[in-house]
């Protein structure tokens, strides 16, 4: 069909596209949907499986920090001081040095430390000070998997922690519930990241709806707790109350564990 036939066939009223090209054009559209599908699976897999241990630790960390061992003070000095440490610590640690520089540090798609050790044995291999890199990066794989050992027991035990707090007669059910936990979450974990993501992601979406609501609700109570994420506050704790302040960042560091 030449140009001009395709000109004056597109002028007729009720003019029907050429089969190969409504084929072309369903395809394209179905495929649209297909990565749109994809991408919000991904998102709320993502959620369930990243966000969800992001989200959680500051919770346990926040009740440690004041009820702990060591416990502070429940004044604004102590409140603020260790809400902007939390915050500044995620910025810090998450957002600048994991989100921005070490996922551009990838070995064929893999992060973490076993990836970055991968990239020095193949970029520094046979140097004078590769064996000190080499020795940092096997320290760095053994904090990993201490950090991948105690955090689903930590973050879980500080979720049914809250339940003593509540109704202190229901203390001796914590450590059976957290291990009847425990042993469910490895049993389903054997049947692919995949499957876990997709069970979790729900479940954590509400759990944020229903944070960020009570979050909301407290921050118009008390409007003024949104001047504690200026990062002087955490300064002023250390100049104030430098030795528990200390004591305290053990505790507080506790919120990027995730």
Request: charge should be negative; hydrophobic fraction near 55%; avoid cysteine.
């Given at each position: 069909?030449?140009?001009?036939?395709?000109?004056?066939?597109?002028?007729?009223?009720?003019?029907?596209p050429?089969?190969?090209?409504a084929?072309?054009?369903?395809g394209?559209?179905?495929?649209?949907?297909?990565?749109?599908?994809?991408?919000?699976?991904?998102?709320?897999?993502?959620?369930?499986?990243?966000?969800?241990?992001?989200?959680?630790?500051?919770?346990?960390?926040?009740?440690?920090?004041?009820?702990?061992?060591?416990?502070?003070?429940?004044?604004?000095?102590?409140?603020?001081?260790?809400?902007?440490?939390?915050?500044?610590?995620?910025?810090?640690?998450?957002?600048?040095?994991?989100?921005?520089?070490?996922m551009?540090?990838?070995?064929?798609?893999e992060?973490?430390?076993?990836?970055?050790?991968?990239?020095?044995?193949?970029?520094?291999?046979?140097?004078?000070w590769?064996?000190?890199?080499?020795?940092?990066?096997?320290?760095?794989?053994?904090?990993?998997?201490?950090?991948s050992?105690?955090?689903?027991?930590?973050?879980?035990?500080?979720?049914?922690?809250?339940?003593?707090?509540?109704?202190?007669?229901?203390?001796?059910?914590?450590?059976?519930?957290?291990?009847?936990?425990?042993?469910?979450?490895?049993?389903?974990?054997?049947?692919?990241?995949?499957?876990?993501?997709?069970?979790?992601g729900?479940?954590?979406?509400?759990?944020?709806?229903?944070?960020?609501?009570?979050?909301?609700?407290?921050?118009?109570?008390?409007?003024?707790?949104?001047?504690a994420?200026?990062?002087?506050?955490?300064?002023?704790?250390?100049?104030?109350?430098?030795?528990?302040?200390?004591?305290?960042?053990?505790?507080?560091?506790?919120?990027?564990?995730?």
């Open positions: 069909m030449t140009e001009a036939t395709r000109e004056d066939a597109s002028d007729l009223p009720g003019n029907v050429a089969p190969g090209e084929q072309l054009a369903a394209h559209h179905g495929h649209g949907e297909h990565n749109h599908g994809g991408v919000l699976k991904l998102a709320v897999g993502a959620i369930g499986v990243v966000f969800g241990d992001i989200g959680t630790s500051p919770l346990y960390a926040m009740r440690d920090t004041f009820a702990g061992h060591h416990p502070l003070p429940l004044d604004q000095l102590h409140v603020f001081g260790i809400v902007s440490l939390m915050f500044w610590s995620m910025m810090i640690i998450v957002t600048l040095k994991y989100v921005t520089i070490i551009r540090a990838d070995n064929k798609g992060g973490g430390s076993l990836a970055l050790l991968a990239l020095i044995n193949q970029n520094v291999s046979g140097k004078a590769s064996s000190g890199i080499v020795l940092l990066g096997v320290f760095a794989t053994a904090l990993f998997y201490g950090d050992m105690i955090t689903p027991a930590v973050s879980v035990l500080g979720a049914f922690e809250g339940l003593a707090v509540y109704e202190p007669g229901l203390e001796r059910a914590v450590v059976p519930l957290v291990v009847g936990v425990l042993f469910f979450l490895f049993f389903i974990q054997s049947r692919g990241t995949a499957k876990v993501a997709a069970f979790f729900p479940i954590m979406l509400m759990y944020f709806a229903v944070i960020s609501v009570l979050g909301l609700m407290s921050i118009i109570s008390m409007p003024s707790v949104l001047m994420l200026s990062p002087h506050h955490a300064v002023t704790l250390f100049v104030a109350d430098p030795f528990r302040g200390f004591l305290a960042m053990g505790s507080a560091v506790l919120a990027v564990t995730g």
